[in-house]
Structure formats: C-alpha cells, structure tokens
C-alpha cells in the first residue's frame, strides 16, 4: 500500500531527477556548441565537426524532458553561432546582425520541435528526415538569404584537409555537409540505443535497435566510400605548368568611394608599390581587393595602369566602382595585359543586398585567353555563392579571381568559401582582400599560401599555382539539390504536424505514446534508485549550473574576441580570464557541496496555490514582458548616439526590479533571478554612461557573491520563491 510519504518521497526524486536532467541538457547542448565553433577557423580543430553535433542530438530527444526539448537546439545555436556571427559581422552593422546567432537560437525555441513526430515513428525516420533537412535548409538558405549564403556550412571545417574533400568536386560542397552530418546523426542515434539501455526516463520512446544498426553500418560505408574516393583523385593529380600569381592587400578597410583620407592617387601608388614587389618575385598575375578604386580605370589614370602593366610585365586586375551622382552604380572588374589592352569588364553579380545597388554589367562571365591560361574573375560576395564560379568554369576559367572587401572577421572565413569553389570546379582561386585575408588555391583544395590578420595588415602575397583538372560531372550535384529539396519540404510537414501535436491536449498524447505501449509519462525511477537517498540543496545546484554555464560563455568569448574587446582589469592590467575561472571554482564548490547530511524525514505541509495570487502574477509579468520588448525594439532601432546603450541597460533593470516590487507589495514571493539581473543591468548601465565599461565583470561577480553571502536571510525572510506559493 502506498503511503502519502511515499508519495511526497518520489515525487521529490522526481524533482531532483528533472533537475539533473536539466543540468545534463544544458551542459551537452553547450559542449556541442563549443566543439563545432572550435572546428571552424580560426581555431581550426576540424575532427570535432565530424561528432560535434552528437551531444546536443542525445540532449534533445533524452536528456531533456519532452516539454521543453527544443532547448537543447537553442543553446547549441547560441553557444555556436552567438559568437561565430558576432566576431564574423562585428560591430559595424547594428545589434540585429552583431547577436543574429542569439535571434536564431530563441528562433529555435518555437520551431525544433521535431521530437514528438520521431517518438511516434521510434526514431526510424531520425537520421533520414536530420540530414536531408539539415542540408536542404542549407541549399535554402545560401539561396534565399543573401547576408549569409554558404558561410558556416559545416564542410567548410574540412578546408585545411585537401586529402578528405576530393569528392566535392563531383558532389559538390553539400555532398560533404551531408556525410559530416550523417555521421554525426547516426553517432547520435547510437548514443541513445546505449543509453536506453542503462536508463530512460518516463516521457522518452525507445528508438529502434535494429534500424540504429543499419544506419551505423550504413554510414561507414559512406564514409569508407567517401575517403577512398577522395584518395584516389586526390593522388590522381596530372602534373601541370605552374603560373606565379601575387594577391595584393593594401589594408584600406574602407571601400574607395568612401575613404576620404586615401585618395585615389594615394591608392594608385599603393598598388603600383605592391604591383612591383610583385613582379620583383616573378608574379605574372597581380589580383586587387575589391573596391580598390573608385574611377573607371579606362577613362582615368588610363595611361598610368598600362605604364605599370608594361613595366611590371604581369596581367592587372584592377577592381572598382563608380559611384557618381545620376549614373547608375558600378561594382565591376577589368584585366588588363601587359601589351596594354583592356579587357571585358565583369560586373558583380550577388550584392549583399544592405545599401548595395545592383550593378548594370552583370549577368556576363567573361573569361580571358591569355598564354598563362585561361582567367576570370568574381567579386566578393559572389564567390559565397556555388553558381559564379560554376559558370566561369563552364566557360573555360582556369584560375579565378576572388576580390573582397571583408569587415569584421569575415576573412577568417571568407578564404574557405574560395577554396571550395577552387575544388567544386578544379580551378585554381585567388583571394585578395582589403585588409584581413589573402589566399591562392590550388585546383584540389591544396593551400599555395594564405594569411589572416583579423587586426589587418598590409601585404603581397606571392605563390604558384598548377593548372586546371578535368571538368567534374554535375549530374550528381543536380540529383543531390533535387533529393535535399524534397526532403527538406517533408520534413517541413512532419515538423508541422509534430507541433500541431504538442498544442494538442494532453490526453491525446498520451493515447498516442500508448500504441507504443507507454501508459504513463510519469517520471521512470529505476534508473535513479540511489537519487532515493540523496537529500540535495536545489539552489546550490541550480547556481552551481549557472555559474558553470556563466563561465563556458566566458570562455568561448574569450576565445572568439579580441582581447580589447573583453575588459577586466585588476589594476592597469587586463586579465578577461579572470571571470571565467572565478565563476568556474564558485561553481564548482556549490555542486560539489550540494548534497547534504541525512536528516530524518518530518512531515512536511502542503503548499498550496492560491489562484488568485497565481492571476495577478501572470498579469504582471505579462506587462513586464511587453515593456521588455518595447525596450528591446528601441534599442535596435534608435541609433546609440541618440540613446546610449547605458540608458537602456537602466530601462532594462527598472522592469525588472518594478516587477518583483509589484509583487512584494502585493504579498507575492519575488524572483531571485530577475531581481539578481536587475541590479546587474542598473549597475552596468550607470557604468557605461560614466565610461567604465571595464569593470562590468568586476560587477557581475561583486552582486553575485553579494547574493550568496545574503542568501540565508532571504531563505529565512522566504522573499524569494514562486510567486503563487506566497
């Protein structure tokens, strides 16, 4: 017979249980997040995208309670792209697209959903509908989002291994997407046949053994298939004459038409400078960043470029706009040869679509016969897309170049976007950028030289380039679009339909789970049995997460910025390690002290909830919900110098802190966490109105050590707590 101790005892294992689970979730989606941020440049640790997305797939369909399993995508998103977009855009274009990688991960929040359709299918569609739809959503997106195109493509993490990405030339870049992420979604899978076998929780469907073995199978014969494939062809290389190529970067970030310090003469003798330290290494081939000039090199300082050409005996191109009131917009290219003769301008095709017009001449992909072999060119954001340089190669292109005009950290990415589409085409690529990247490439994805300099540098690359392969059929990369596409759109259905389940009522669900012989959604304890007699301090666990989750952040900004743009200084000295390590022990020490001694059990009264207070709370939040985002909605919108950032911090605390007023005044408990982030945003915004910006992360672990030294009071005082248990 079961007694009401009983009871309350595993409904407490149940509490403690979810709480761990919550943990355990948070703590695999960010190290999923940490390892795929870590396989792209600049850090370059390629392995990891091959089983990084494994533990944030185990966090969402077994970690995680059913509820609330799109977290794990959110924070895998915010951990990856957070600090991926905001060191790849930078400052210089707003708030929207500095924390774009935060939009998408709360994105991700309504729209992950995906859980619910593959319990009621026992995951046999898990692996199929992740992959086709990962890179489907990759085919659309590099389509029909221009600010992005391929940038982030998970194959990209593979640029530095020439020996492993051969088949991309018959399969192209999402060829290699899909095998990384088939990987990794059958690793997933397997992970969770092995868990299932040591414990599964109440509300988690079994996935199918059998099928987990098929697919684990399966997938290492795609992989052996794909190495020994990109073995062959990559030892197959035919020996070809190499050209000596020189891309040059001249370290002006601003584009021509609006630097108003480098003049347009002071450009032309920069190049010129660079042109013939060039030639003085025996470069046949002098490649310009884009918007190197803001003159038609045709119609000014004509007779100067075929001066320079002759002398240096290297081909030009040159790159320019036109940006002259009443005439059309020009962002085009020119080559011009040594004997002096211009040749047909190349006008950019793929514009970033922010306050870039469209260019006249575009819609034509000259290539240039020349005895070095056949040139071309592309600019900028058109080698970001896989269609440029396809039909440049079609017309005959043997080596094409890839002018940037980069911003923040883009060129730490940007030089893996141009050697793809060097071996998607077996043609040799040049990168030249303004003041962040330089590259040549070798038609098989082999690195003649590269440099990156985030802080920007001026510099003359030198290197040889050895010809053109044979063209790669593009049958293949047709039939792969065309199956991606149609998977994309079924799993598109299939999420709808999981979503329009969960906003079904919960009987429903439940006569769904039972057809596979789940009866009750009910916490599973078998694999928790010793948790029975555990007595844990809930708050030491929860802020020993926080700090712990605190600090990873920390960390992975460490890693991703600047120093410069992280402050903590101890004196005249900046040491930004300092937060993440300090947060790191505090919470450390709360989890390792979370258990406490066996105490004997009292009865303990139920805590009621009164409706009433349950209503009001509701309400306030409600209002303080809707002037979070009309605060938030200003803040992107109004230009700083008209509000600055510190008033807006400001704005954001006094909601908080108004709202936990309005409920201690009205007998309600007050929430420890909103009243904790109210005083942090006053503090730092009056700090950043004052220009001590620095001492924010002295000010974080200053409140938070405060709130731990008072905690005792407030539990005695019971101040804090859920508002409708007041």
């Given at each position: 017979?079961?007694?009401?101790?009983?009871?309350?005892?595993?409904?407490?294992?149940?509490?403690?249980?979810?709480?761990?689970?919550?943990?355990?979730?948070?703590?695999?989606?960010?190290?999923?997040?940490?390892?795929?941020?870590?396989?792209?440049?600049?850090?370059?640790?390629?392995?990891?995208?091959?089983?990084?997305?494994?533990?944030?797939?185990?966090?969402?369909?077994?970690?995680?309670?059913?509820?609330?399993?799109?977290?794990?995508?959110?924070?895998?998103?915010?951990?990856?792209?957070?600090?991926?977009?905001?060191?790849?855009?930078?400052?210089?274009?707003?708030?929207?697209?500095?924390?774009?990688?935060?939009?998408?991960?709360?994105?991700?929040?309504?729209?992950?959903?995906?859980?619910?359709?593959?319990?009621?299918?026992?995951?046999?569609?898990?692996?199929?509908?992740?992959?086709?739809?990962?890179?489907?959503?990759?085919?659309?997106?590099?389509?029909?989002?221009?600010?992005?195109?391929?940038?982030?493509?998970?194959?990209?993490?593979?640029?530095?291994?020439?020996?492993?990405?051969?088949?991309?030339?018959?399969?192209?870049?999402?060829?290699?997407?899909?095998?990384?992420?088939?990987?990794?979604?059958?690793?997933?899978?397997?992970?969770?046949?092995?868990?299932?076998?040591?414990?599964?929780?109440?509300?988690?469907?079994?996935?199918?053994?059998?099928?987990?073995?098929?697919?684990?199978?399966?997938?290492?014969?795609?992989?052996?298939?794909?190495?020994?494939?990109?073995?062959?062809?990559?030892?197959?290389?035919?020996?070809?004459?190499?050209?000596?190529?020189a891309s040059v970067r001249p370290n002006f970030p601003l584009p021509a038409h609006q630097d108003e310090v480098n003049t347009s003469q002071v450009r032309f003798d920069a190049f010129a400078e660079q042109a013939r330290e060039a030639a003085a290494q025996g470069a046949q081939v002098v490649y310009s960043p884009e918007m190197m000039f803001n003159f038609d090199p045709q119609v000014e300082y004509t007779e100067q470029f075929r001066a320079l050409a002759q002398e240096t005996g290297a081909y030009l191109?040159?790159?320019?706009?036109?940006?002259?009131?009443?005439?059309?917009?020009?962002?085009?290219?020119?080559?011009?040869?040594?004997?002096g003769e211009f040749s047909q301008v190349y006008g950019k095709n793929h514009t970033w679509l922010i306050g870039e017009p469209d260019t006249p001449s575009a819609g034509v992909f000259p290539v240039y016969d020349t005895p070095l072999g056949i040139l071309a060119g592309m600019i900028c954001h058109d080698a970001n897309y896989t269609d440029i340089a396809r039909k440049l190669t079609g017309n005959g292109a043997q080596i094409i170049a890839a002018p940037y005009r980069e911003f923040g950290g883009f060129g730490e990415q940007a030089w893996t976007n141009a050697l793809f589409r060097a071996v998607e085409n077996r043609t040799a690529v040049v990168i030249s950028g303004v003041a962040t990247v330089s590259g040549i490439f070798n038609p098989d994805g082999s690195i003649v030289a590269l440099d990156t300099d985030i802080d920007g540098s001026r510099?003359?690359?030198?290197?040889?380039?050895?010809?053109?392969?044979?063209?790669?059929?593009?049958?293949?990369?047709?039939?792969?679009?065309?199956?991606?596409?149609?998977?994309?759109?079924?799993?598109?259905?299939?999420?709808?339909?999981?979503?329009?389940?969960?906003?079904?009522?919960?009987?429903?669900?439940?006569?769904?789970?039972?057809?596979?012989?789940?009866?009750?959604?009910?916490?599973?304890?078998?694999?928790?049995?010793?948790?029975?007699?555990?007595?844990?301090?809930?708050?030491?666990?929860?802020?020993?997460?926080?700090?712990?989750?605190?600090?990873?952040?920390?960390?992975?900004?460490?890693?991703?910025?600047?120093?410069?743009?992280?402050?903590?200084?101890?004196?005249?000295?900046?040491?930004?390690?300092?937060?993440?390590?300090?947060?790191?022990?505090?919470?450390?020490?709360?989890?390792?002290?979370?258990?406490?001694?066996?105490?004997?059990?009292?009865?303990?009264?139920?805590?009621?909830?009164?409706?009433?207070?349950?209503?009001?709370?509701?309400?306030?939040?409600?209002?303080?919900?809707?002037?979070?985002?009309?605060?938030?909605?200003?803040?992107?919108?109004?230009?700083?110098?008209?509000?600055?950032?510190?008033?807006?911090?400001?704005?954001?605390?006094?909601?908080?802190?108004?709202?936990?007023?309005?409920?201690?005044?009205?007998?309600?408990?007050?929430?420890?966490?909103?009243?904790?982030?109210?005083?942090?945003?006053?503090?730092?915004?009056?700090?950043?109105?004052?220009?001590?910006?620095?001492?924010?992360?002295?000010?974080?672990?200053?409140?938070?050590?405060?709130?731990?030294?008072?905690?005792?009071?407030?539990?005695?005082?019971?101040?804090?707590?859920?508002?409708?248990?007041?």
């Open positions: 017979m079961t007694t009401t101790a009983n009871i309350k005892s595993q409904e407490k294992v149940g509490a403690q249980a979810t709480v761990i689970r919550f943990a355990l979730g948070i703590g695999l989606s960010a190290l999923s997040g940490v390892m795929l941020l870590l396989a792209f440049p600049p850090y370059g640790f390629w392995p990891l995208a091959w089983f990084g997305v494994v533990p944030v797939l185990v966090a969402q369909h077994r970690v995680f309670p059913a509820k609330w399993s799109s977290l794990a995508q959110a924070i895998f998103a915010a951990v990856w792209l957070g600090p991926f977009l905001a060191r790849l855009f930078g400052s210089g274009y707003g708030p929207f697209f500095q924390y774009l990688g935060i939009w998408i991960a709360i994105l991700n929040i309504f729209t992950a959903k995906d859980r619910s359709f593959h319990e009621l299918t026992k995951y046999r569609w898990f692996i199929f509908q992740g992959v086709i739809g990962w890179v489907g959503f990759e085919m659309v997106r590099a389509t029909f989002i221009p600010v992005i195109a391929t940038s982030a493509f998970i194959g990209y993490t593979q640029a530095t291994q020439a020996w492993l990405i051969q088949p991309v030339s018959i399969f192209s870049v999402y060829g290699l997407n899909l095998v990384i992420v088939l990987v990794n979604y059958a690793l997933a899978q397997g992970a969770m046949v092995l868990l299932d076998r040591k414990w599964t929780a109440g509300d988690v469907v079994p996935a199918d053994a059998g099928s987990t073995t098929r697919w684990l199978a399966g997938a290492g014969v795609v992989l052996a298939a794909w190495i020994g494939l990109s073995l062959v062809i990559f030892n197959s290389m035919p020996s070809m004459p190499e050209v000596r190529v191109f040159i790159t320019y706009t036109v940006s002259i009131e009443g005439q059309p917009w020009r962002n085009e290219s020119v080559m011009l040869s040594p004997d510099l003359t690359l030198v290197g040889d380039w050895s010809g053109m392969w044979p063209s790669a059929p593009t049958m293949p990369r047709t039939l792969l679009s065309a199956t991606c596409l149609v998977g994309l759109r079924w799993q598109g259905t299939s999420s709808l339909c999981s979503t329009h389940r969960w906003l079904r009522s919960e009987p429903k669900r439940l006569r769904k789970v039972n057809c596979y012989q789940r009866p009750d959604r009910s916490p599973d304890l078998s694999g928790l049995q010793k948790l029975k007699e555990i007595k844990m301090n809930k708050s030491k666990l929860i802020w020993g997460i926080i700090c712990l989750v605190i600090a990873g952040g920390l960390t992975v900004a460490n890693l991703a910025l600047p120093p410069e743009k992280l402050m903590f200084k101890i004196g005249e000295v900046n040491m930004p390690w300092v937060p993440p390590v300090a947060l790191a022990i505090i919470g450390i020490m709360l989890l390792a002290t979370v258990n406490q001694p066996e105490e004997k059990e009292e009865a303990q009264k139920e805590i009621d909830v009164d409706p009433d207070k349950a209503a009001l709370n509701k309400r306030l939040e409600t209002m303080a919900w809707g002037l979070f985002l009309v605060m938030l909605g200003g803040f992107m919108f109004v230009p700083h110098e008209i509000i600055r950032g510190g008033w807006w911090s400001i704005g954001v605390g006094l909601i908080f802190l108004g709202l936990n007023a309005a409920r201690y005044f009205n007998g309600l408990r007050m929430s420890g966490f909103t009243t904790f982030l109210g005083i942090l945003s006053i503090i730092g915004g009056i700090f950043d109105l004052v220009g001590m910006e620095s001492v924010n992360g002295a000010v974080l672990l200053i409140v938070l050590g405060g709130y731990l030294i008072l905690k005792p009071y407030f539990d005695k005082r019971q101040l804090f707590g859920k508002a409708e248990q007041s």
